[in-house]
């Protein structure tokens, strides 16, 4: 099998619905010629010319909401939000239409639509290209959300994203983009609502999303020489999340660790903390850690955001703090 | 335009059977036996029947929170509209969107809305699957003249410029966005004036002339079907209601008895009935007959959504997500 980059992966995803699915339409800023500001649509315009690859104004509610209004009647979007910090001027597109349509008109219309939405901090690119706010999509009912760690995850979960017929928000992370790892290069899906375990251990369960998982690894790694043994969950899909895997984990372990790199207020880390206090509280020996980006906006001076950005410097004292609890 | 007898009649079918349905859920709502919000189209008919009698079947038509014209125009059934209203099962969305959300995706409603200016893009889109799937169906956004200063009418009509697509923008200007006058809320009379600036053509009609807006609907769907792109009509006509049930005395508070006296005087559907007799197109014993046919068909709608169920408290959670294989 050979090792391609998690933006290989996705543009081979995309590549390949659309070979198969001729309803896959991309839309999006700068996604043609100039083959997305993170090159993940490279080649896909030579392959299937500007009427299924289209550049788009700037005018995200425009043409995330022309993404439903084709989603509803017959194709299959696939939208590039250049970053996900711009889901803030299209919101209502998000919130009130994709996401509501099927239940607002008691089942009738679907809208099969992916959003792509490139996320996370540590590029030097300051408060409004950096966020990770993949917690908001997840208040509302009606939108799954996928969050893959690797290549290998970011194709399967792409390609089912796009067969799926409900909306996905697809929270690529832009430091992972460059990494690699095997990849089929045949088609293939991953269900949604199915965790996997990235590392098995018996001492501390950390369920880490998307580039906290690589961190969460290294910490393993590190934390191994001293006889600690963790376990690494990865939900891989927010909504729909696989509580069970995280429950048995806990109940094994006994100790919990979220790692998120959403705000720690009110996000996805805080979510499963809750989860498990309140149906598998008994199982702890510990209390529940967060290790998430702090109350702040995302700084841009390159020491301040690694100290932003949340990484081993932080899941290590939380895992030796929690391993003080017998 | 010549146009024959048998739409002539059905033009004024159309028209009475929104304003003895709006009418009736005026009488419903005063009597508390509605719930919910309702926004009436008393006094706008001409445009709903004016631009649908134009439409096929399977064109789209996009709506606002004022929409029960609409959807009637385009062929919606009286019967699960009311039951719709009454929150029952029966209902177009089984209750569970009520007045702002009707929808029948089968005969091309792609939904009131309740956000304004929320239905351009989404009319947008349909435009582009229209295109994309090789079609000659056309798409209608109807919106009012406050819509029109929301970054959504912007960006919708250029993004359908650019793209060159199939679609029909048509302001209905009351002369209110609520309370807000059209004089304070913009510069301009004239809202198609601002087609220029997305290169496409604007025309200003008389809202209260069905022949005029049939007229120019027709040939505004008709340049569409030949993709060769949207146009903006502005149809000027007045709400006789307040903004919605309940808005104190009709909306006195921000517009005169006057001008709504004024406006009363260029009802829509006596003057049309003054050309139908005066044309000896149709008997005034005959417009007798419809209506009294129209009202059956509403007092039926009315028993239907009476006797019918509400949705049982498990059907909260149904519909929120596609369950795929049903």
Not at chain 1, 18 to 42: S, W
Not at chain 1, 46 to 59: A, H, L, T, Y
Not at chain 2, 8 to 29: Q, T
Request: net charge negative; with cysteine.
């Amino acid at each position: 099998m050979k090792e391609i980059t998690y933006s290989k992966a996705i543009n081979e995803a995309l590549l390949q619905s659309m070979e198969k699915d001729e309803r896959v339409i991309l839309l999006g800023e700068d996604i043609g010629v100039y083959g997305g500001i993170f090159q993940v649509t490279a080649g896909l315009l030579d392959r299937f010319g500007p009427e299924r690859v289209m550049d788009m104004p700037i005018s995200e509610s425009g043409f995330v909401g022309a993404a439903v209004g084709a989603a509803l009647t017959g194709m299959r979007p696939v939208v590039e939000l250049m970053f996900i910090d711009f889901c803030t001027v299209c919101m209502d597109m998000i919130v009130n239409q994709m996401a509501k349509m099927h239940y607002m008109f008691g089942g009738r219309g679907r809208v099969p639509m992916v959003l792509r939405v490139p996320s996370g901090a540590g590029r030097g690119a300051a408060a409004q290209h950096s966020q990770s706010l993949h917690a908001f999509f997840a208040h509302i009912p009606g939108i799954y959300i996928a969050c893959p760690s690797n290549a290998y995850d970011a194709k399967g979960l792409m390609m089912e994203a796009i067969r799926n017929d409900n909306p996905v928000v697809f929270a690529e992370h832009k430091l992972l983009y460059n990494e690699k790892v095997p990849v089929p290069s045949d088609p293939y899906t991953l269900p949604f609502g199915r965790a996997e375990i990235k590392r098995e251990g018996k001492d501390i369960t950390i369920v880490a999303t998307q580039a906290m998982v690589m961190r969460s690894l290294n910490a393993a790694e590190i934390v191994e020489k001293d006889g600690i043994e963790v376990e690494i969950i990865d939900p891989r899909t927010i909504k729909p999340l696989d509580r069970e895997t995280i429950f048995e984990s806990v109940r094994k372990t006994g100790r919990l660790i979220v790692a998120d790199e959403g705000h720690k207020t009110c996000g996805v880390a805080a979510e499963i903390s809750a989860m498990i206090v309140e149906d598998e509280m008994f199982s702890l020996k510990a209390p529940v850690r967060r290790v998430c980006s702090p109350d702040t906006p995302v700084p841009y001076s390159p020491t301040l955001e690694k100290a932003y950005v949340p990484g081993t410097k932080d899941l290590i004292p939380a895992i030796k703090e929690l391993m003080e609890y017998r | 335009m010549k146009i024959g007898k048998e739409k002539l009649i059905d033009f004024y079918w159309k028209m009475l059977k929104i304003r003895l349905f709006e009418e009736r859920i005026a009488d419903l709502y005063a009597r508390g036996l509605v719930p919910g919000l309702a926004h009436l189209y008393i006094g706008q008919e001409a445009v709903a029947v004016g631009v649908c009698a134009a439409l096929r079947e399977d064109d789209y038509i996009t709506s606002n929170h004022r929409g029960h014209g609409h959807v009637i125009a385009k062929g919606a059934d009286v019967k699960p509209m009311m039951a719709e209203l009454f929150g029952k099962k029966t209902g177009y969305c089984k209750g569970k969107g009520g007045s702002m959300h009707i929808a029948d995706i089968d005969i091309g409603i792609l939904g009131a809305n309740g956000i304004a200016g929320g239905g351009l893009p989404i009319a947008v889109g349909a435009g582009l699957s229209c295109k994309l799937r090789g079609t000659d169906q056309v798409s209608v956004s109807f919106f009012g003249d406050g819509s029109s200063n929301n970054g959504t009418f912007h960006e919708s009509l250029n993004l359908a410029a650019v793209q060159n697509l199939p679609v029909i923008f048509v302001c209905e200007n009351n002369l209110y966005g609520i309370s807000f006058s059209q004089k304070k809320h913009q510069k301009i009379s004239d809202i198609s004036i601002r087609a220029t600036s997305y290169g496409i053509k604007g025309v200003t009609l008389d809202g209260n002339n069905v022949l005029e807006v049939y007229d120019a609907a027709y040939k505004a769907i008709r340049k569409a079907r030949k993709k060769e792109g949207p146009t903006l009509l502005e149809c000027k006509t007045y709400r006789w209601r307040g903004h919605h049930e309940g808005d104190p005395n009709q909306g006195t508070r921000y517009r005169s008895k006057e001008e709504i006296m004024k406006w009363k005087e260029k009802d829509p559907i006596a003057k049309f009935v003054d050309k139908l007799i005066g044309d000896n197109i149709i008997s005034e014993n005959e417009l007798e007959n419809m209506k009294v046919m129209i009202d059956n068909e509403i007092d039926q709608a009315v028993n239907f959504a009476n006797e019918s169920e509400f949705p049982a408290d498990g059907e909260l959670y149904e519909n929120v997500y596609v369950m795929e294989g049903k």
